[in-house]
């Protein structure tokens, strides 16, 4: 079992910058991808970014590309979110997720088991 925590998350002005972090407890070893959706009221729950482990292959969705990175530090078995550049339309509540299976692209939620509680970020204009 994997179990996820989520932090970082806040109110921030347009333009600013968070730092979500993700940290994973129990078979961490058996994580093969973790990854970041957020929903927004009324919206469907989006695919942000994720990070396959044994590749470091990382995925953005365009709406995020060139503005959030997601990275790992395997010796604290947690995953980040770095968002900078940040506009009214990243208000979301944020999810951490991980899956164990290899395979797939990894960006749909379908595909992951394991989610964090979920974070909450605003963005003021």
């Known amino acids: 079992q994997v179990q996820l925590v989520e932090s970082g998350g806040g109110l921030v002005q347009a333009g600013g910058s968070l730092r979500l972090s993700c940290a994973a407890s129990?078979?961490?070893?058996?994580?093969?991808?973790m990854g970041w959706f957020r929903q927004a009221p009324g919206k469907e729950r989006e695919f942000v970014a994720r990070?396959?482990?044994?590749?470091?292959?990382?995925y953005y969705a365009d709406s995020v590309k060139g503005r959030f990175t997601i990275s790992g530090d395997n010796a604290k078995n947690t995953v980040y979110l770095q968002m900078n550049s940040l506009n009214p339309e990243d208000t979301a509540v944020y999810y951490c997720?991980?899956?164990?299976?290899?395979?797939?692209?990894?960006?749909?939620?379908?595909?992951?088991?394991?989610w964090g509680q979920g974070t909450q970020v605003t963005v003021s204009s």
């Open positions: 129990g078979r961490v070893f058996s994580s093969f991808a």
């Open positions: 990070i396959i482990w044994s590749s470091r292959s990382t």
């Open positions: 997720a991980a899956d164990t299976s290899p395979g797939g692209w990894k960006i749909y939620d379908y595909e992951y088991v394991y």
